[in-house]
Every structure is written in C-alpha cells, then in structure tokens.
C-alpha cells in the first residue's frame, strides 16, 4: 500500500458530542500567532479538516481540533477548532475531550484539583434563521479581537427540573449541525446573559441538560472586565470519554481522499 500522508487522530465524546482530533502527522505550521495559523490551515491545509471530517471516513455532524504546540507559556498546547463548514473560534466539549485525551495518552498531567424537545428539524431550521438574520443585522466583533466576529450558534433552551437554573437545551450551528452536548460555548455565554439580567450571580450552580439528557454545570467564579465591557469568568464541568484511537490514510490514487459532502446547501 502507498500512502500519502498518515494522520493520527483520536476519537472522544462528551456527554454524547463527539470530537475528532488530530494529533499527528500533519505538516509544520510556522506561525508565531493563534491568528497566523488559522488562516494558513485554511489556505494551506484545509485537507486536514475535510479528510478526517467529511465523508467517506466522518459525517455531516463531526466536530473536530487540530492539537497545535501551545504559543501562551499557561498552556500546554493550543487549538483548532473546525466542523464540517469550516473553523469556529471556541468550543468548550471540543476543549474538555482534547484535555481528558491528552491527559488519558500520557501529553499532559493532571494535577489536583482537576486539570482544568420538539420536533429537532423545526428547531434546526429555526436556529440557523435566528442566527442569519441577527447576523444581517447586526455586525458583531469580540471587543478585544475584531478578527473574532459574528454569531457562529443559536442556542435553544426551555426550563426543567425543580431547581432554579435547570434548562434544557440545543445548539445548533454550521449548515444545520446540532450539539449532542449541552454545548461548552453556549452554556458560557449563557451564563453571562443570565448575569446581566439579574438571574445568576457569583456561585451558582447551572445545569444544562442536552437532548440526549447528559449534563453540563456552569458556575460564575468571578467577574471581569474586557476593554471596557462587563464579562464573567465561567466553570463548565462534564464528562468526556475517549471512543477510538487510529490513523487516517491518504493513498495518492484515492480520488476521495481530501473528503466529500452530500450536503444540498
């Protein structure tokens, strides 16, 4: 057998979302900002994302990270987040399986404490409609990065349960994906919401239930400001399991080999 190229990947979910992560067997990336390398993995090798994404060897509702060497001297690597669409900027059940697998393979250590609904199609159509139209709306920019823009999820939400911040909720995002999980990425934003409105204070304990009936907890530790604009630091907690180790083959003569969508946009 000839191969192209070999990438090793690692397969995880958390509370039910699954991540695909690539590890190894990609080429450098010489870029001395999280910026620079993300527009030269879009330029350069967006291969990575659609051969270990799309089909013949992922699906249309695979969410992946490629795992970089860390630029922060607090980290100990750094992050790509990428779906089937394209890159998204955070990703909190991407970040959860990435750690507990680099700790599980032996990358990391953990040290104490630890390392730290309806009919879905409506609610699909109607979360990707929200988003579009706040989009045209409005023009969005992260106050301390302008690179960072727009709104990439719509989180849909209902109470349950007898405690006082207890939701269910789903995400959805990309062409029409939807979380398994309760979503890292929404449940933070939805906790400074929740804040700014008076519902949620320093200490208390959310818990968003997803469609699958998994759990995330989210808790304000403290309060902070970015350029000017009221924030929260968040604690999202769950559970994240390793489901495959592999290598994914590129043979030079597969005509499939970067991936394909079946998607009707």
Known sequence: MRTERVLFVVDTHTEGEPTRIVIGGFPPINCDSMRGRLEYIKEKLDWIRTCVLLEPRGHMDLFGAIVLPSIDKRAKFSLIFMNTRGYTYMCGHATM???MALAELGYIQIEEPETEMKCLRKLIELGLRIRDEVN???E???PENPYIKGVELTMIYEKTGSEKLHYRVVTIFGDGQFDRSPCGTGTAARMACLYDR???????LLLHESIIRTRFEGRILSL???RGCKAINPEISGNAHITAISQIVLEPEDVLKYGF????V
């Open 140 to 142: 969005i920019s992260h």
């Open 261 to 264: 969508s079946t998607r009707i």
């Open 136 to 138: 045209r709306a409005e």
């Open 198 to 204: 008076g519902e949620m204070n320093t200490g208390d």
């Open 97 to 99: 399986g990435v750690a």
């Open 224 to 226: 902070t400001r970015v």
